[in-house]
């Protein structure tokens, strides 16, 4: 029998951060996309060589950025991203298609397999979950999400929100990269004095949005509290 934790699914998969960081940085190598410098990632790009498609540009339901659909095997059918946002032409606009194609790349990668086995379910008419429209993100084939606007209000229990949200910014921001980027902010920020600190990490995410060419909000995601454990680490 199903469990709220599942959701619309027959199951719930959990994804160590490990083994996410793991997968898409080997996602991005295996069609040569991992820059070896900290620079923007060519996600476009990624779409076309890893999952063999072009980008599509649809009007999707309000609120929702992008999309993805499965095939009865579980394999991404198509990546959708919104026609006003691909017609978006401020700075913040593009960086947020970039996140919004990485996003529904992470669901690419990790929840295909959950997409099989729920759609053979409901072929069978054996998938039977009690309040299954509260689940707004989750259609019949896919997945129609919010992108990085979700990245501080994804419900807990979308669970495969979250997750599509951990390989977005693995791939966007792959993790040696944005150290080697953030080491000298993160010098900076142990030198400064406790009340101007708040100011380096400010300046710390404008500068790297412009590096990985993401918004702001993406670096706040990546990092978290990485300043003061750098800070601990720095003190020993």
């Given amino acids: 029998m199903l469990t709220e934790n599942h959701g619309p699914f027959l199951r719930r998969i959990r994804l160590e951060t490990a083994e996410v960081e793991a997968c898409c940085a080997d996602a991005l190598r295996s069609v040569k996309l991992m820059p070896t410098t900290p620079q ?70 990790f929840h295909g397999e959950l997409f099989a086995e729920k759609i053979a379910a409901d072929k069978l008419q054996f998938l039977l979950v009690p309040g299954f429209d509260e689940f707004h993100s989750v259609g019949e084939r896919g997945f129609l999400c919010r992108g990085e606007a979700g990245l501080d209000s994804t419900p807990k229990y979308e669970w495969w929100e979250y997750q599509a949200n951990m390989a977005m910014s693995a791939l966007l921001l792959p993790w040696h990269l944005v150290m080697e980027a953030a080491r000298p902010f993160a010098a900076k920020y142990a030198e400064a004095r406790p009340g101007m600190r708040d100011t380096v990490i400010e300046r710390a995410w404008a500068e790297l949005a412009e590096i990985f060419d993401v918004n702001p909000v993406m670096i706040r995601f990546r990092l978290k509290n990485w300043w ?8 020993l």
């Fill in 228 to 235: 003061n454990q750098a800070l601990q680490l720095s003190l």
């Fill in 40 to 109: 923007p990632v060519r996600i476009d790009r990624f779409v076309e060589k890893f999952f063999g498609l072009k980008l599509r540009f649809a009007v999707l339901a309000e609120s929702r950025m992008g999309a993805v659909q499965f095939t009865d095997a579980g394999k991404v059918a198509g990546i959708f991203i919104c026609k006003n946002l691909a017609q978006d032409e401020t700075l913040v606009g593009k960086r947020k298609f970039r996140s919004t194609v990485a996003h529904e790349c992470g669901h690419g990668l």
